[in-house]
């Protein structure tokens, strides 16, 4: 019997388990920083701070509320176009490569907001143009860049990926308030611009594209094209479709429904960082359970929370029942990216990720931009959003049912396991 040389099975077993290691930490740095582009990127800045632009743009320049409302329309317009194109340049080019490139560019399309005239045509292209200069920062890239480091974690990286939204819900408001309050809203935009800017040091050191990404694991899956002929596809648009509706009923009108429930305006206001916060908490709570339970069945139970919130706000809840609204509302919109991230890859594998993603994301930002508009012309014709609400009841029933059809995973660790 040949015996094998002392010491180098474990120096090969050690060495391997240096490089997991080594790997691992690499990959948990590279998921802290996309957390970080995520909390200054335009996804939050874009869509948080731009409410507090609103009435000092109105004093100085005399505009409508409508008027400069419009703007935020156009930003989510444009975010349904950029998304598929995004999602074909990261799968592509890789998300760091577009993170380098667009943060600088964001960032300076939002200081040269400080030259702002008194021209609302100037104002509404502006909004074309800043979303268009964060092409490589909104969400898919940073997902991109962290699905390819992970497997067996997938959901809880995903779930801190996606954390550093809720956080920035949190906290670009309360700075965009401060640096209006203190500076002026033309300081104020040089200021966020800076603070966008920051996070390119944070990028440059942390962001790494998996050495795996053109391995066997991350190649393997359905193109675009091949997606569209599976059932799981087509049950994500319809369901993200409908949750696009949910979400931006309830987003946008917040503030309004509880005053009009009868909370007070100061009260009414504070509750949706309440909201953010639960936000952050639902998206590390549902990265984790993903990696143990079907995220079929996990957005559906939350659904079902979503129905019950919408039916106390139907009613008019008092200030108790309108934090529990406030906190399964955050369940299901801290829950519905973890779980797009999540079920990419378990149903269509990593091949096409950025395309696939773009597609279903873009259609979850039209029924957005339709819904906002919906329910504000329903509140104004009825002079009620109980109506609305009832509505979203029903939309959040047929969503939990679609989602619960959605059936066993075909990819898993890797593998595909069904065809």
Not at 82 to 103: E, K, M, N
Not at 323 to 346: H, T
Request: aromatic fraction near 12%; charge should be positive.
């Amino acid at each position: 019997m040949t015996l094998a040389q002392p010491g180098l099975p474990e120096r090969g077993l050690d060495a391997a388990a240096s490089q997991s290691a080594a790997e691992q930490a690499t990959g948990w740095k590279t998921v802290l920083a996309c957390a970080a582009g995520l909390t200054f990127g335009p996804s939050v800045i874009t869509v948080f701070g731009f409410g507090a632009f609103i009435n000092p743009l109105d004093r100085e320049f005399g505009w409508s509320v409508s008027s400069i409302s419009l703007g935020a329309t156009i930003v989510a317009i444009m975010i349904m176009i950029l998304a598929p194109l995004q999602g074909l340049l990261v799968d592509r080019f890789g998300g760091r490569r577009l993170v380098l490139w667009s943060i600088p560019a964001f960032g300076l399309s939002l200081c040269s907001m400080y030259f702002l005239p008194n021209n609302l045509l100037v104002f509404y292209l502006a909004w074309v143009v800043i979303p268009l200069c964060g092409l490589g920062i909104w969400p898919i890239s940073y997902l991109r860049l962290t699905a390819g480091w992970f497997d067996k974690n997938l959901g809880l990286a995903f779930g801190v990926t996606n954390a550093g939204i809720g956080v920035g819900a949190v906290v670009v408001p309360l700075l965009t308030a401060f640096f209006i309050s203190r500076y002026g809203w033309r300081e104020a935009f040089v200021c966020l611009g800076v603070v966008a800017l920051l996070v390119w040091p944070i990028a440059f050191l942390f962001l790494k594209e998996s050495g795996r990404q053109a391995s066997p694991m991350n190649m393997q899956g359905d193109t675009l094209a091949e997606a569209t002929r599976t059932r799981p596809f087509w049950i994500a648009v319809a369901g993200f479709f409908l949750l696009g509706i949910f979400s931006a009923s309830i987003l946008v009108h917040h503030v309004r429904i509880l005053i009009d429930a009868g909370i007070p305006p100061a009260t009414a206001t504070v509750l949706p960082a309440a909201l953010g916060a639960s936000l952050v908490v639902a998206r590390l709570l549902t990265g984790w359970l993903l990696d143990r339970f079907p995220a079929s069945w996990l957005m559906a139970i939350f659904l079902v929370g979503g129905a019950v919130a919408a039916g106390l706000y139907s009613r008019g809840p008092d200030l108790p029942l309108a934090i529990l609204s406030a906190a399964l509302v955050g369940l299901v919109v801290g829950a519905e990216f973890d779980v797009l991230s999540y079920i990419i890859p378990r149903y269509h594998g990593r091949k096409s990720f950025g395309r696939i993603y773009g597609v279903i994301f873009a259609v979850f930002q039209f029924a957005s931009a339709i819904a906002a508009f919906a329910v504000g012309y329903s509140r104004s014709q009825l002079g009620s959003y109980a109506p609305a609400m009832m509505v979203l009841v029903g939309v959040c029933v047929v969503c939990a049912l679609l989602f619960t059809q959605l059936g066993a995973y075909r990819f898993v660790a890797g593998e595909r396991t069904a065809k």
